[in-house]
């Protein structure tokens, strides 16, 4: 009866237009382990078979690109056994999860810097990434030592080496030079940010791609994150107006002359 209701609401859904990109902040691990007695890698760990649901249910659903905040640069402060057993499953799961994933038809990519990862998880998700190439299905993006503010930084210095080399001249800096700079460049911004466990910040996360991006925040812990509460998000986002600080005249106005345009000449 409950996979009856959720395949319903699934085909409703997808009668709207599903967001194109969807990011993640994966929050509350950690917490969801020490209610249950458990130590803070099987809280890790259980996220991670939410995380195989969420992609599968988001390909299914026709979503182009799902980006989850994975690990920050700021989480490497936390206890060093908790950050080797976090970079231990990240190796492990990426190798186990590529039949999968290539069975779904989904392409993985990674923003932020790798090469600060430990070589072992590295080169699991180098090999995995090149394995996944060919997909054409859903985009999965894992940020891996991702900060948004060092990847501005980084995105300002290539910017500034091109001034120097004179490829690029400071009065032809414009959004699209500072987006085609960026980890995520040649991907469209978020459509619908989900926020888990509660917390109401980005915590650095796509600080330049979530300008007008819609957020949905919910105080169930990531692990159990369930596919009817992904469908409660984007039930949630389908139901907005997305003005883009137009006014909700003004974006009636261009709708109706947008369909006016497509539809024009054709019989009603």
């Not at 186990?96 to 080169?123: A, M, Q």
């Not at 989900?194 to 957020?215: C, F, H, K, P, V």
Request: charged share 30%.
């Amino acid at each position: 009866m409950e996979k009856d209701l959720l395949q319903s609401r699934k085909d409703l859904l997808m009668k709207h237009k599903v967001p194109a990109h969807i990011a993640v902040i994966m929050d509350g691990n950690g917490r969801w382990a020490k209610k249950r007695s458990l130590s803070r890698i099987d809280g890790h760990s259980a996220g991670i078979d939410t995380v195989r649901r969420i992609v599968r249910l988001a390909g299914e659903m026709g979503i182009g690109y799902l980006s989850l905040y994975t690990f920050s640069s700021e989480n490497w402060n936390r206890p060093m056994g908790e950050v080797m057993g976090i970079m231990k499953l990240l190796a492990e799961t990426v190798k186990k999860e590529v039949p999968e994933l290539n069975k779904n038809n989904v392409r993985l990519k990674t923003i932020g810097d790798i090469s600060g990862l430990p070589r072992k998880s590295r080169s699991a998700l180098i090999d995995a990434i090149e394995l996944t190439a060919s997909n054409e299905g859903l985009t999965l993006i894992l940020a891996l030592n991702y900060s948004g503010r060092d990847e501005i930084l980084r995105a300002v210095r290539t910017i500034a080496e091109r001034i120097e080399n004179d490829t690029l001249n400071s009065d032809e800096i414009t959004p699209e030079v500072i987006e085609s700079s960026l980890d995520t460049a040649g991907m469209p911004d978020p459509d619908l940010l989900i926020r888990t466990s509660g917390e109401y910040r980005l915590s650095n996360y796509l600080l330049w791609q979530l300008a007008y991006t819609e957020l949905w925040i919910t105080d169930i812990m990531w692990p159990d994150f369930s596919e009817s509460d992904f469908l409660d998000a984007l039930e949630s986002y389908s139901g907005r107006e997305r003005r883009f600080g137009m006014t909700s005249q003004q974006i009636t106005t261009v709708s109706g002359v947008v369909k006016k345009y497509l539809f024009k000449g054709e019989k009603t």
